[in-house]
């Protein structure tokens, strides 16, 4: 713990705006009700703990899944100030009920923080039923409680009550979410425990106590002292790799760089970026920085070695990157995102001080490790040589006529040219794709059939992706071309539908074919995910027909079984085993009409899990695959 003490008291809470209707518009604080939004809730409670972590002021924090169904975050930090604002009452009650307050807009409380906007605890508050806290700090303990975000208790002369004695700080909070708000209100327990491990690996002094007190009880106690070398270890689990973890750390103008990385025997690179612990999906300016000067020194290297002849041209990055997995993180005192989702760095200091530390320490390795460099150079040599492979098959697919996107006969595309109106469904089956483009609107939806399952791409080599029918199709009628890892030439700004739909058969063989689907744009065309792109169609399980009544489309067995407590007259259930059971009109009401079909968007938050459940899924163990897809068949959905 740092000896250091900064000043963190009602002077550090700075109040930038006044309450907004959070209730009204969740989706744009914590990025849907989805159980992806309701999971983030914890998550924007536990970043504060991590702040205090950060700050030098806690070592241990505890996540409790309670078996009400709330959730509790418990940290030793110095605990919420409770003293009087300059607003006139205690500070801990202008945190919780006001937007954009908060002590992270100076430097006087804390020097690195991931929450920045202020507004994760007041965000928590406003959608939660109910929300208790307790503050040790000062020799007491206070507590407050809200509903919907509103205060329960009264303050006495506008600070909280005393209720007891402590010689211990920090601060407890528990909430349970509105159920008028969220889709569902059942924590996901496996997201919630990677997302700790996670930051657990980024906080190597820092001790995380997982706790489950519902059906399946389990405790868990994460504390990593190899801190991202163990997380690059974790990465490569089951993998072939090549040399031991390499971590290079240093810091200028005030920037902290970490880096651990390792290569391993694929075809693929896998760089994680992190800023204040925070994970950056897109990458930004600390990622770039890292990708151009590694660059550089391995082909300043490959130079001296004489493995690079004065007529050679330079690796490319995505060769020097191939088989790299590579987790950087970065703590920048002033850290600016891209959007209250943080999925983008843009401090340009970043790249700077990213380039200056991995340049340093770099040299200082490799002087040291030749064999492990001539190792490294091996890699880039390897992809070299299979670039011309990959080129020609990129120019055989990308000029030859009969590759043209729609004239294949298998797309049936949409008549409008309007990319933000149009979107395209990827339908399983030929029977299937029948019915779809009959019962579609020509005006704004095409539709893609594909027989079958494509090639699992995460076993095969670019040119053999690239000769394969079914990808060529999609590649070339979303119109956007690769991505910057095979060819440089991929351009989001040149994709044909706002929306990518996979339409499967909500059974095993379905999920896995959307699996492939999934891998395959995670891996060559990830900014379509990242950017929203890419959704899965719910189609529905059952067509309840009661005797009397309406008819209604039910889909997913918990539907089915409220409707069995509603409607206790007899009905008729059809079940459909596939979408090629449907017809048109039906296919239209349930999958294709926008105005009632369900679709789920496919998103990526945690960074180990969404790179450990590609590999699950689509690497050579056959046997956790197989139990995964049956165990979660009737998900269908991938959040991850």
């Not at 601060?171 to 996901?188: A, H, M, Q, S, W």
């Not at 896995?512 to 792109?533: A, D, N, Q, S």
Request: negative net charge; proline residues 3%; contains cysteine.
């Amino acid at each position: 713990m740092s000896d250091k003490k900064q000043v963190y008291d009602s002077s550090s809470i700075m109040v930038l705006e006044g309450l907004e209707p959070v209730r009204e518009r969740p989706g744009m604080y914590i990025g849907s009700t989805s159980t992806k939004g309701l999971n983030h809730l914890i998550y924007e409670i536990m970043d504060n703990s991590v702040d205090e972590h950060m700050a030098g002021y806690c070592d241990t924090i505890t996540v409790t899944l309670e078996a009400d169904g709330s959730a509790t975050i418990e940290d030793n930090g110095r605990g919420i100030p409770v003293d009087r604002h300059e607003k006139g009452i205690t500070a801990e009650r202008i945190v919780l009920t006001t937007l954009h307050a908060g002590g992270k807009f100076n430097n006087n409380a804390y020097k690195n923080s991931g929450g920045l906007h202020g507004v994760g605890s007041s965000v928590v508050n406003a959608l939660s039923k109910k929300f208790h806290i307790v503050i040790k700090r000062d020799g007491h303990i206070f507590e407050d409680s809200y509903e919907c975000g509103r205060p329960t208790m009264e303050l006495e002369d506008g600070l909280l009550p005393v209720i007891g004695k402590s010689k211990e700080t920090g601060t407890k909070i528990n909430f349970l979410p509105d159920d008028t708000i969220f889709e569902k209100t059942v924590f996901k327990a496996e997201d919630i425990k990677s997302r700790i491990h996670e930051t657990a690996y980024l906080n190597p002094g820092l001790t995380i106590i997982f706790e489950d007190k519902r059906e399946n009880k389990e405790r868990i106690v994460y504390h990593e002292e190899e801190g991202i070398v163990g997380f690059v270890k974790d990465l490569n689990e089951g993998k072939q790799p090549l040399h031991d973890v390499i971590s290079f750390h240093g810091a200028t103008d005030n920037i902290i760089v970490d880096c651990a990385f390792q290569y391993v025997d694929e075809f693929h690179e896998n760089v994680l970026g992190f800023c204040n612990n925070i994970y950056n999906a897109e990458g930004g300016t600390h990622v770039t920085g890292f990708k151009t000067i590694f660059t550089q020194v391995i082909n300043s290297y490959a130079r001296t070695l004489g493995i690079l002849k004065d007529k050679d041209p330079n690796f490319t990055g995505v060769e020097v990157r191939n088989g790299l997995v590579c987790v950087l993180s970065i703590k920048h005192p002033e850290p600016r995102f891209e959007g209250q989702t943080k999925t983008k760095l843009d401090n340009q200091d970043a790249t700077k001080a990213v380039s200056k530390v991995i340049n340093d320490e770099a040299q200082l390795y490799f002087d040291r490790n030749v064999e492990i460099l001539k190792a490294i150079i091996g890699c880039a040599e390897k992809a070299a040589k299979i670039r011309k492979a990959e080129e020609k098959a990129r120019t055989n697919m990308l000029t030859k006529q009969k590759f043209s996107f729609d004239s294949n006969g298998k797309l049936a595309n949409c008549e409008s040219k309007e990319a933000d109106k149009c979107e395209i469904f990827i339908v399983e089956g030929d029977s299937a794709g029948g019915s779809a483009k009959t019962a579609r609107n020509r005006k704004y939806q095409a539709i893609l059939p594909i027989r079958g399952k494509i090639l699992n791409v995460e076993k095969a080599s670019i040119d053999k992706i690239l000769a394969n029918a079914e990808i060529k199709t999609m590649i070339n009628a979303f119109g956007c071309g690769f991505s910057e890892g095979y060819g440089n030439d991929f351009d989001i700004s040149k994709l044909r539908y706002d929306k990518i739909i996979i339409m499967a058969d909500a059974d095993v063989d379905g999920s896995h074919i959307c699996t492939l689907l999934l891998t395959l744009f995670y891996r060559f065309m990830p900014e379509l995910i990242f950017e929203g792109h890419v959704y899965i169609a719910m189609p529905p399980l059952y067509k309840a027909i009661p005797s009397r009544g309406e008819e209604e489309y039910l889909y997913d067995d918990a539907a089915l079984a409220q409707y069995r407590k509603k409607h206790k007259g007899p009905f008729t259930l059809q079940r459909y085993k596939g979408l090629g059971e449907m017809d048109a009109e039906q296919l239209w009401e349930t999958t294709l009409d926008p105005e009632r079909r369900n679709l789920k968007q496919v998103q990526i938050e945690d960074a180990s899990m969404a790179s450990k459940m590609t590999e699950l899924l689509m690497g050579n163990d056959v046997a956790p695959r197989r139990d995964y897809i049956y165990d979660h068949a009737n998900e269908a959905m991938l959040d991850v």
